[in-house]
């Protein structure tokens, strides 16, 4: 059974500074998904990742995946306050789309 | 282009009611998803449909919930009778036909408390 860990679960940050958030997960799969939700609304597509060495970058997230790993890193450049909020990465095994339980991102001043 | 519709947003009724939430995909996609999100958790897929086919329905409760796509556009997912663990929001997602990578797009989600 497709299994997805994301670590950490809980991250509180300052503004400024850098960190990483990782997703594991237990079967072969070649499409991995991260989604951003704030509270008390939907999920936003932030990137869609294909292949081993993927790397997508937007603003001040940059998204990475090692197929062979079945790992794939979220990282944070220089966080600013409006990027609070849940972070989920999502597993495609056939269709079978699986979630990680999100990690939850604090940026404080 | 508008998004996925569902409605209502949030709902609130006692143990053993009945209750129906409704969903209105993006306009061309075939692909329909309900996912149920817990408190705290990733969303969980409950079914998928291709059109109006139940493609994969082996996450759905099946004794207490249904779900219908009858032309292949929206969808309803009901409950009955509702139980205290099924407070959670229900998600609905929709995806284009053709899709080389299965991108989803979700609704805002109806918040469900049972009481």
């Known amino acids: 059974e497709l299994k997805v860990e994301q670590n950490p679960l809980f991250l509180s940050m300052q503004e400024g500074k850098n960190y990483t958030i990782y997703c594991n997960y237990s079967?072969?799969?070649?499409?991995l998904y991260w989604y951003r939700q704030d509270p008390g609304k939907s999920l936003e597509s932030l990137f869609v990742?294909?292949?081993?060495?993927a790397v997508k970058q937007e603003g001040r997230l940059m998204a990475s995946l090692d197929t062979k790993a079945r790992l794939s890193t979220l990282h944070i450049t220089a966080a600013v306050h409006d990027l609070s909020a849940t972070y989920f990465c999502?597993?495609?095994?056939?269709?079978?789309?699986?979630f990680g339980a999100g990690t939850r991102l604090t940026v404080k001043p | 282009e508008a998004g996925v519709v569902q409605s209502p947003r949030y709902k609130i009724i006692e143990k053993k009611q009945p209750v129906a939430f409704w969903c209105n995909p993006i306009?061309?996609?075939?692909?329909l998803y309900w996912y149920l999100q817990n408190l705290g958790q990733g969303p969980e897929l409950l079914i998928r449909?291709?059109?109006?086919?139940?493609?994969?329905d082996s996450q759905l409760p099946k004794d207490r919930f249904s779900a219908e796509r009858l032309k292949g556009v929206d969808s309803t997912l009901k409950i009955q009778p509702a139980e205290l663990g099924d407070s959670a929001v229900y998600l609905c997602?929709?995806?284009?036909?053709?899709?080389?990578?299965?991108?989803?797009?979700f609704g805002p989600g109806t918040r469900l408390t049972v009481l």
């Open positions: 997602a929709s995806s284009p036909p053709g899709s080389t990578y299965n991108e989803q797009f």
């Open positions: 079967t072969t799969s070649d499409r």
């Open positions: 990742l294909l292949s081993n060495g």
């Open positions: 999502a597993v495609d095994n056939n269709n079978d789309m699986r």
């Open positions: 306009s061309g996609h075939n692909t």
């Open positions: 449909y291709e059109n109006e086919e139940a493609v994969d």
